[in-house]
């Protein structure tokens, strides 16, 4: 029987990397229970204690292999403006040729693991497939986490269904060109890496890195880069986006999909637990949405992802019981800290450290010690169908539809808690000029304020002017009652000595709360020149110890300093080449008009 494109592709890089064997992947328990105990063998994974975490396991990756890159990430489309002023652009056949360089050999002495997968629920009219190449066992099970592996995915793909060929090595091979074999260390990497993405043939190609969004390809590389050039071609949208249903005390149920940068709220706000007396929140997704238009006519949502990689420090019972209950077991935790009793730890579980760890390089910490014992971006990898919140509808082929979109970023000061848009041209305007303080989910200056439209910045794969033509176009090709209503919201705005002004977690269920009343019609707004503002009284308030004073500080606009804003998002724009879309141009001049007349 001739090959199918799949067995000659895995052929091809077979022949260029060199593995010792190829193994295809099924997913199955009994793949997790091989991968898990070679990984515990050869010392890359650490067996937590099984009577309190059990099938659970600890991996300390290399000390500069901890975040996503997004300087060595790569958008190689034929044409440099398809790529835009936000991405890093090579030419596509320079990159393959250097690629293909790096490539060669790189899986010498290694198993070559060949995973199939689904991003969506399989013959879900919005999934899309993969096929992850991978020298890396530690990816292979978190793949099996956080996306659906499985043989169904190669039959469908023996059978025409289309599919997108991500290739990745650690870049460490353990036969040199002499033929000589050496030992393998606990986190094989590479310093030289390269997350490389062809939009034109829908290739990825990820080299030296074995952590998070650069090594799981379905994730950030496929559900977003790629996934995003794919939405724009076929009129959908590919977004960095929690998805949650929630309903109210009297039964009325919506669903909201919000987009934060990194490490600034989406899990959280993905499992909310509601401070607020009779409302329920459900979670559908922690991280990406795909979102196109159904046959009601309406947006619908999906979560492509089948588990969570979700941010440890600040998880905690207080802060998110929801995901404290999601990793009780089969999880995979990397750079935490590992207690005395084979059990983790991490900034912020507990009020009082314990009084002794040993910290995620490896070392003995004791609370003496000035730095965290727990990276700042380390994580948990854990299937979703473990959290208490899963909403019935999160695996639904058809997703949800969506009543309201949110907007969000860490903004210490200017940006008040929650604002509605006018309408989806402003909305649109408001997901584009977001800017938010720099996290450590990737490398860089912690706490710098950047721009970070849609929370896409690291991830939109093509022109992110482009990008906003799209999202008018989506949107204003649903009829007026069917859009979602927008809105922009900031849990981290401070006081003058720093600290937090709302207490956020479970109490941001208050701005659940109007924003739904807002969708239902039941509060009015106050005009202000960067949106519609919540009514003192019809904001609930009630539990909190919230005074009239810090109440105008949560949603005070300053016209100077969104005067500033507005000049800022002036000079931003011309980053583009003139490539803004007119309403965004006019959107900026209404903005400036409205606060000139204050
Ligand atoms: P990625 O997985 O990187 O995309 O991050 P994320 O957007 O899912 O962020 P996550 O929910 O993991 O939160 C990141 C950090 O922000 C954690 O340390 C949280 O404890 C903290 N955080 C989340 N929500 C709130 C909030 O409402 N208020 C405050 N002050 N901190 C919050
Ligand atoms: C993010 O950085 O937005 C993440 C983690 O969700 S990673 O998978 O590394 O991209
Ligand atoms: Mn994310």
């Known amino acids: 029987m001739p090959k199918n494109r799949l067995e000659k592709w895995v052929a091809t ?219 724009r071609d076929e009129g959908w949208l ?112 507990t009020d009082t450290p314990p009084d002794h760890l040993i910290d995620w390089v490896g070392d003995d910490w004791t609370p003496d010690n000035s730095f965290p014992a727990a990276h700042p971006n380390s994580r948990f990898t854990v299937s979703a169908a473990q959290c208490p919140t899963i909403s019935s509808e999160w695996d639904d082929p058809q997703g949800v539809a969506l009543d309201a979109i949110l907007f969000g970023g860490r903004r210490a000061t200017n940006v008040p808690l929650v604002v509605q848009s006018r309408d989806w041209q402003h909305g649109v305007f408001m997901g584009a000029t977001i800017s938010s303080e720099q996290t450590a989910a990737a490398e860089g200056p912690v706490g710098q304020l950047r721009r970070d439209p849609f929370a896409m910045l690291p991830f939109c794969g093509y022109n992110m002017a482009d990008y906003w033509q799209h999202w008018l176009d989506v949107g204003l090709g649903i009829e007026e009652s069917k859009r979602p209503k927008v809105f922009q919201v900031n849990w981290f705005r401070k006081d003058s000595e720093g600290k937090f002004l709302w207490p956020g977690f479970g109490e941001n269920s208050r701005v659940i709360e109007w924003i739904a009343n807002r969708i239902e019609g039941l509060v009015d707004a106050v005009d202000s020149p960067i949106g519609k503002l919540p009514i003192k009284k019809e904001f609930n308030l009630a539990g909190l110890k919230i005074s009239e004073k810090q109440f105008n500080q949560i949603f005070e606009v300053n016209p100077e300093s969104w005067a500033v804003e507005a000049e800022m998002t002036h000079k931003y724009f011309k980053n583009f080449d003139g490539n803004i879309p007119t309403e965004l141009h006019d959107q900026l001049w209404e903005l400036t008009n409205r606060l000139a007349k204050i």
């Open 13 to 231: 890089i077979a022949k260029l990397t060199k593995p010792d064997n190829i193994v295809w992947c099924d997913g199955s328990a009994k793949e997790w229970d091989e991968l898990t105990q070679l990984l515990v063998a050869n010392g890359t994974f650490i067996k937590l204690n099984e009577d309190l975490r059990p099938n659970s396991y600890l991996a300390r990756t290399h000390r500069g292999d901890v975040a996503r890159v997004e300087d060595r990430t790569f958008i190689c489309s034929e044409h440099q403006a398809d790529a835009g002023p936000t991405n890093n652009w090579r030419e596509p056949n320079k990159m393959k040729v250097l690629l293909r360089g790096l490539f060669a050999g790189a899986m010498r002495g290694r198993t070559m693991y060949v995973v199939p997968f689904s991003m969506g629920p399989i013959d879900s009219p919005l999934a899309r497939y993969g096929v992850e190449i991978s020298d890396s066992p530690y990816v292979v099970l978190n793949m099996h986490l956080m996306t659906r592996v499985s043989p169904l995915v190669t039959e469908k793909i023996a059978a025409g269904a289309d599919w997108v060929p991500a290739i990745h090595s650690v870049g460490a091979p353990l036969v040199d060109f002499h033929g000589d074999r050496k030992a393998d260390t606990t986190w094989p990497c590479n310093a030289e890496k390269y997350i490389c993405h062809f939009p034109e043939t829908k290739e990825i190609w990820s080299f030296g890195s074995g952590y998070g969004g650069n090594a799981l390809l379905g994730k950030k590389c496929m559900s977003l880069r790629i996934g995003s050039t794919m939405a």
């Open 238 to 349: 590919a977004e960095h986006m929690l998805i949650i249903g929630a309903t109210s005390p009297e039964g009325k149920k919506h669903h909201f999909a919000a987009a934060f940068p990194s490490a600034c709220g989406k899990t959280n706000l993905a499992m909310l637990q509601p401070t607020i007396p009779g409302w329920k929140v459900e979670t559908i997704g922690d991280d990406i949405a795909w979102i196109a238009p159904g046959a009601d006519g309406r947006l619908r949502a999906i979560n492509p992802e089948a588990g969570f990689f979700g941010v440890a420090p600040g998880t905690s019972m207080k802060t998110n019981a929801n995901a404290m209950e999601t990793i009780k077991s089969n999880t995979i935790f990397t750079n935490v800290a590992l207690t005395d009793d084979g059990d983790v730890w991490w900034e912020g579980l």
